[in-house]
């Protein structure tokens, strides 16, 4: 989900709709094969051996989107031109001229950030955070913006703006949200790794729609994405990659480090380790609802294949209020929703239609906080620390927690798109009811691929840790990366 302080910060100066838009001239040339299978640590290490250039890298990036992008619509904006400025300028960092693509809810210098809503269709910042910053210190090549759902708000990339991303697997099913563009690019081997955020799960999620790895680290772990929400600060930055040590580098190359540091830094986690964790499986959701059939199998297999690992595994249950956490949560969801109507109403033309810029969901979440009012946000905002309070707790016997990532295989799409209104969250409670509790508590989680549903579809396991404890969760996914492999497996729409 959006910081919607963030985008308050970097479009305070600046008309919504006044803004002129770029456009980059799509590079018509011959494909190269120059990334190969690698991922982004090993794109990196042929760049440095000098056994490819970082021009090599990139226009092999450009020529892969321009084959499948038609098909699976994962670019919010091509950014060409940017890219190929980047190559002119001495590249340092662990991703050293590794082509990526940044996810459309971060504002980047000079460069069009449509946040997935017609209401910032022309908008072009005129600052960045500090996490931009820094994916740009760590050498990294952005030559596009990668799809989202209108500010991040549902669990699908689905958009009135630019239409549907598509599932690579399945192009009739949803690729997640509400990095869907930044996880179908990686699945569909247009890059190794991309940029994405997590205010609900928007990590995990698409990373378990595609068969990607997916870690949201802990509230506080990285450099600052921008001004923190109020109430609750739930979203944090991160990536989506098809091995566990790109995401390792990335977040080793994007925590914080000094005094303003919340956790002592990880570093680069580079392989399991030895200690035998004591591993808590819950299967049904907050709301005690039971997951689909598939899915179950595929956790509880990832279970047996923890204690074949030498972990010990036991089942228990959250002491989780799930119905009310759920309302407040859909609360303070709708909180961000209403400051961006606001925002919105104030800067665009007069006597504009707020439904011919913004998105049904956005709306009705917008007025849903309106009719609820300050009061009831503030209660559940104190219910919600309560939780916190809750999760950290279930630690003291555990250290890792196994759940599903989603309670259903990916669905087709046209489901839970923000077109249907607040309608979606029929649908969307029990589909997305296991993410949001890490980024309430502020802990690290992750999405590892290790089950597919009997349709073929990728279903990820959900395993979360108190915070600051990604370093654990980190050799852990090492270790299952190693057992069972994962990054072998192609999509049916593929560009490698």
């Not at 989900?1 to 770029?22: D, H, I, W």
Request: with cysteine; proline share 7%; hydrophobic share 45%.
């Amino acid at each position: 989900m959006l910081s919607r302080r963030a985008m308050l910060a970097v479009t305070a100066t600046a008309s919504v709709l006044a803004a002129c838009q770029t456009t980059s001239t799509p590079d018509a040339a011959a494909p190269s094969d120059a990334l190969g299978d690698l991922d982004a640590t090993g794109v990196a290490a042929r760049i440095r051996a000098g056994e490819i250039t970082a021009q090599e890298a990139l226009d092999a990036a450009i020529a892969r989107s321009e084959r499948v992008n038609g098909e699976l619509n994962f670019i919010a904006t091509p950014l060409y031109d940017y890219g190929r400025a980047r190559l002119a300028e001495p590249l340092s960092g662990p991703f050293a001229g590794v082509p990526t693509l940044i996810k459309d809810l971060m504002p980047m210098v000079g460069q069009p950030t449509k946040y997935g809503s017609r209401a910032f269709a022309r908008f072009v910042p005129r600052e960045q955070p500090p996490y931009m910053d820094a994916l740009l210190a760590a050498g990294l090549v952005p030559f596009g913006k990668s799809t989202t759902p209108e500010f991040g708000l549902t669990a699908t990339t689905e958009t009135l703006l630019g239409g549907d991303t598509h599932n690579p697997w399945d192009v009739t099913h949803s690729s997640g949200g509400s990095s869907g563009g930044a996880a179908v690019a990686v699945a569909a081997r247009v890059v190794p790794v991309a940029h994405a955020s997590d205010g609900g799960g928007s990590i995990r999620i698409p990373a378990s729609c595609n068969g990607l790895f997916g870690l949201k680290p802990s509230r506080g772990r990285s450099v600052a994405g921008g001004r923190p929400d109020a109430g609750i600060d739930i979203s944090v930055n991160g990536c989506v990659s098809r091995s566990v040590r790109d995401t390792a580098a990335w977040l080793a190359a994007t925590e914080q480090t000094g005094a303003d540091a919340a956790f002592a830094p990880v570093g680069v986690v580079a392989g399991p380790g030895a200690q035998r964790l004591r591993i808590v499986v819950d299967i049904p959701n907050a709301l005690g609802h039971e997951p689909d059939a598939d899915v179950r199998r595929v956790v509880e297999d990832a279970a047996e294949l923890c204690r074949a690992l030498g972990h010990e595994v036991r089942e228990r249950r959250a002491p989780i209020d799930g119905a009310q956490f759920s309302q407040d949560f859909i609360l303070l969801w709708a909180s961000g929703a209403a400051d961006v109507v606001a925002l919105v109403q104030s800067q665009a033309p007069a006597g504009a239609p707020l439904d011919a810029l913004l998105e049904p969901l956005t709306l009705e979440l917008a007025e849903h906080a309106r009719q609820q009012g300050p009061a009831a946000l503030e209660a559940a905002i104190g219910r919600l620390r309560n939780v916190e309070a809750q999760y950290a707790a279930m630690f003291d016997s555990a250290d890792v927690y196994l759940t599903p990532v989603l309670g259903k295989p990916p669905l087709p799409l046209g489901q839970i798109g923000g077109a249907r209104g607040m309608a979606v969250f029929e649908t969307l409670n029990d589909y997305v009811g296991y993410t949001p509790l890490q980024n309430v508590a502020g802990a690290p989680a992750m999405s590892v691929p290790l089950g597919w549903s009997s349709d073929g579809l990728p279903i990820g396991a959900h395993f979360s840790a108190a915070k600051g404890q990604e370093r654990r969760l980190l050799e852990l996914a090492y270790e299952l990366e190693q057992a069972r492999p994962w990054a072998g497996r192609r999509p049916a729409v593929n560009a490698g």
